[in-house]
């Protein structure tokens, strides 16, 4: 499973794919946050906070992302290589947990520059430090979770055609209806239980809460369930191949 893994990270960076979308991601934020007068700029903001970061990332990574895990199994088949997977001592929970891990590792690599916004922001804080430390840990952590739903989310449209633009545009689609999707829905449902009921079923609503510097169990298992879910339907999708 591990040589898989190496092969998919490999494979980001011997092509232009890894860098272009750490680059995009770190580009677009140092902009808005730092460069680009308005609200989301920290400098114009007054206060020493990454409440713009948390904010914008969720939207641009609703794009990236898909644009990482698009090819994972697409490739694979159309070109044909996916039948060589299936001759190696692997099963196919291990080959989808694999080609998760390569893209949640990207995602991972591109949030890891952002500390520098962190160091910066301290250093603005009067008196230095003064900042919200747990909110902005615990957004760190939401952010992480929430990106490894939404890989989670484009490995399974991957899985399901060998297309990669069509992979692409479902995983956004999903992407978005588990973002905002279902706050939006709420709207249309009459009874403050119901509308309460549906919010839960996205991610913003516990994307939130960690956001406010409190790690709940139940945000927890809310993320870890829906990835696992949704590994559970890819490794199902790739196993209905064989029949």
């Known amino acids: 499973?591990?040589?898989?893994?190496?092969?998919?990270?490999t494979s980001f960076f011997s092509s232009l794919t890894g860098y272009l979308v750490v680059g995009v991601f770190l580009v677009l934020t140092g902009l808005f946050?730092?460069?680009?007068?308005?609200?989301?700029?920290?400098?114009?903001?007054?206060?020493?906070?990454?409440d713009s970061l948390f904010y914008l990332a969720p939207w641009l990574y609703l794009f990236l992302v898909p644009a990482v895990t698009m090819r994972l199994f697409a490739e694979e088949k159309r070109s044909g290589t996916i039948e060589l997977l299936y001759t190696r001592p692997l099963t196919e929970f291990h080959i989808v947990l694999a080609k998760y891990l390569a893209g949640f590792t990207l995602v991972v690599i591109s949030l890891l520059p952002t500390l520098i916004y962190f160091y910066s922001v301290v250093q603005l804080g009067n008196p230095v430090g003064n900042i919200d430390y747990g909110g902005t840990w615990g957004s760190f952590v939401g952010l992480l979770f929430l990106a490894g739903i939404y890989v989670a989310i484009g490995v399974f449209c991957s899985s399901l055609t060998d297309n990669q633009i069509v992979s692409f545009v479902i995983a956004v689609l999903l992407c978005f209806v588990f973002y905002y999707g279902f706050e939006a829905l709420s709207q249309l449902v009459p009874g403050s239980n119901s509308q309460s009921l549906i919010v839960n079923l996205g991610i913003d609503e516990h994307y939130?809460?960690?956001?406010?510097?409190?790690?709940?169990?139940?945000?927890?298992?809310y993320f870890i369930s829906v990835i696992t879910l949704?590994?559970?339907?890819?490794?199902?999708?790739?196993?209905?191949?064989k029949w």
Not at 214 to 220: K, Q, T
């Open 230 to 241: 949704l590994l559970f339907l890819t490794r199902t999708v790739m196993g209905s191949r």
């Open 1 to 9: 499973m591990w040589s898989l893994y190496h092969k998919e990270i």
């Open 33 to 50: 946050l730092w460069v680009i007068p308005g609200e989301m700029n920290i400098l114009f903001g007054g206060y020493a906070t990454l």
């Open 208 to 221: 939130q809460s960690m956001s406010r510097g409190v790690i709940d169990s139940r945000d927890l298992l």
